[in-house]
């Protein structure tokens, strides 16, 4: 997400729910203020005929303040969440990663 990237997302999102669609949209901790028309978007594009194929992913920075919001209380209710954490160096890092094959 970025400048001017706004009503392309919510078109993608309409047609997706609409269609049966997955969207990502990402870096969404640079459209703070824009998040909060999104969370309506969002729950109107479910209310209306929804397809149960739809997905709606976003991913986020962490804010900088403890006391500062980037999602909406009511999405992150509604939503399963993941957090991925860096390792701390090099070594954890190639560790992390050769965990993940057999």
């Not at 047609?15 to 870096?27: E, P, V, Y």
């Not at 209380?73 to 990663?97: D, G, M, T, Y």
Request: one cysteine or more.
């Amino acid at each position: 997400m970025g400048q001017g990237q706004e009503k392309v997302a919510e078109d993608c999102l309409i047609d997706s729910a609409k269609n049966g669609k997955w969207i990502m949209l990402q870096n969404v901790h640079l459209m703070i203020d824009w998040m909060k028309g999104f969370e309506r978007k969002l729950e109107e594009a479910v209310a209306n005929d929804c397809h149960e194929d739809f997905r709606c992913y976003i991913t986020s920075e962490p804010p900088p303040l403890p006391n500062q919001d980037i999602i909406p209380e009511a999405i992150l209710q509604n939503s399963i969440k993941i957090a991925n954490e860096a390792p701390q160096n090099l070594k954890a890092n190639l560790r992390r990663a050769f965990s993940k094959f057999e």
